[in-house]
T-cell receptor, first 114, second 113 residues
């Protein structure tokens, strides 16, 4: 079974609007971390936001927030007030237990239209 | 910028050859991981080094090997290159095995012809 599933290969959003990128995960480890990374065409993976499995509050970082629904095993990324520079590939990833190995999903290509 | 640098940025090799990719981790980071990202896919974990010892390996054959040096920089070596080895190779560093986010370099794009 896929550990990380991103069901949206591509998403389009108008500039200044909000967009939600979906991510579901599968693990039996009670301790895990969920990450979102942005990958522009240059290739570098840019860390956006982190949610720990024991965190009580949903993570927020500026325009990024993570809608963490533990019972549904989902960790959707919400980008508010989209900007043209947000156009990129977005990856959801998981780290299980105490290790630092990341398991990535297949990614979602976000296009922000003017 | 993350402070993680990879070299070279692009490389073209012939099938059967050997290649070495290099990564300088961010200052103070003793853990380096390598990932392979084929076109249109998410990165796949190759292996991780922690204080010069391999500390976890993904589903990659032994012709993928690595080293970590006392200054925590790292090399990824691939022998007997195959066409399917064409990919973006990403290096990530973190302060330790229980740290949260990993910081990635810009990657090395390897093309095998």
């Amino acid at each position: 079974a896929q550990k990380i599933t991103q069901t949206q290969p591509g998403m389009f959003v108008q500039e200044k609007e909000a967009v939600t990128l979906d991510c579901t995960y599968d693990t039996s480890d009670p301790s895990y971390g969920l990450f979102w990374y942005k990958q522009p065409s240059s290739g570098e993976m840019i860390f956006l936001i982190y949610q720990g499995s024991y965190d009580q509050q949903n993570a927020t970082e500026g325009r990024y927030s993570l809608n963490f629904q533990k019972a549904r095993k989902s960790a959707n990324l919400v980008i508010s007030a989209s900007q043209l520079g947000d156009s990129a590939m977005y990856f959801c990833a998981m780290r299980e237990g105490g290790g630092s190995r990341l398991t990535f999903g297949e990614g979602t290509q976000l296009t922000v239209n003017p | 910028e993350t402070g993680v640098t990879q070299s070279p940025t692009h490389l073209i090799k012939t099938r059967g050859q050997q290649v070495t990719l290099r990564c300088s981790s961010q200052s103070g980071h003793n853990t380096v991981s390598w990932y392979q990202q084929a076109l249109g896919q998410g990165p796949q974990f190759i292996f991780q080094y922690y204080r010069e010892e391999e500390n976890g390996r993904g589903n990659f054959p032994p012709r993928f090997s690595g080293l970590q040096f006392p200054n925590y920089s790292s090399e990824l070596n691939v022998n007997a290159l195959e066409l399917d080895d064409s990919a973006l190779y990403l290096c990530a560093s973190s302060p330790g095995t229980i740290r949260t986010e990993a910081f990635f370099g810009q990657g090395t794009r390897l093309t095998v012809v």
